[in-house]
């Protein structure tokens, strides 16, 4: 069962395809070995393959014949994280990588613009943006350059700089935590997130110390 395929260098320079993917379209695909900014690439593949079959949303992959080489994925928050508090159905969070033999061609830009093609004035969009998950070694970028980067990929689905109380935002100034609440969620649901980004909310996964 081979998840991933290696590749040394990226010497093919003809443009991957981009591409909406479900959870069986997901698991035809194979993996390219440098999907490991935030595990393993064959465990990165097995836990999208979790998130998208059995979270609403959207994923696009970037891929070269049938190997994924850059993916998109909107999903359901972790309960267990600050965002899991809310408990609405229409909460999505943005995550991405694009395989480092692959980058700076235009892949990232390429799929958000893909899943800004859907409709998304439903959902509240979110993207969590923290310096410990970013690829600064590879990117040569410092954090505020890399967090400007995050900015423009995720403006193309029309997510802002909002503020937070979530701690993980809020421990390092280089983080940022970008929103998107799309024109058809509720008001009262629109006043429940907005209360839980402020701290006002009760949040029962983390009570005050
Ligand atoms: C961030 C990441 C997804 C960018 O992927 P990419 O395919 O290289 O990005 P693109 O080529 O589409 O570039 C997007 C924009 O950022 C700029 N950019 C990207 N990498 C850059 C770099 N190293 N230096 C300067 N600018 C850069 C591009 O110039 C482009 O802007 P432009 O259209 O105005 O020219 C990729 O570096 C990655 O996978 N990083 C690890 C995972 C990660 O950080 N995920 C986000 C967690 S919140």
Not at 34 to 53: D, I, V, Y
Not at 71 to 83: A, Q, R, S
Not at 93 to 104: D, M, N, Q, T, Y
Request: glycine share 6%; with cysteine.
């Amino acid at each position: 069962m081979d998840a991933c395929i290696s590749q040394n260098a990226c010497a093919d320079r003809s443009e991957p395809a981009i591409e909406l993917v479900d959870a069986p379209r997901l698991a035809q695909l194979l993996f390219d070995d440098g999907l490991s900014n935030f595990r393993p690439a064959a465990r990165q593949k097995a836990r999208l393959l979790e998130l998208r079959a059995s979270s609403p949303g959207a994923m696009a992959v970037a891929r070269k014949d049938e190997t994924a080489v850059g993916y998109f994925i909107l999903c359901t928050p972790d309960k267990e994280e600050y965002w899991g508090a809310y408990e609405g159905h229409n909460l999505l969070e943005a995550s991405l990588e694009v395989s480092p033999r692959w980058r700076g061609r235009g892949l990232a830009m390429a799929l958000a613009r893909r899943l800004a093609e859907e409709d998304w004035e439903d959902y509240i969009l979110i993207a969590s943006c923290c310096y410990w998950n970013w690829d600064l070694r590879r990117t040569g970028l410092n954090a505020y350059a890399y967090r400007r980067v995050l900015q423009k990929i995720f403006s193309l689905l029309g997510l802002i700089p909002y503020p937070t109380v979530e701690p993980d935002v809020r421990s390092h100034p280089a983080n940022i935590f970008l929103l998107r609440l799309g024109s058809r969620v509720t008001a009262p649901a629109r006043e429940a997130f907005l209360a839980l980004c402020l701290g006002k909310a009760p949040c029962l996964n983390h009570p005050p110390d």
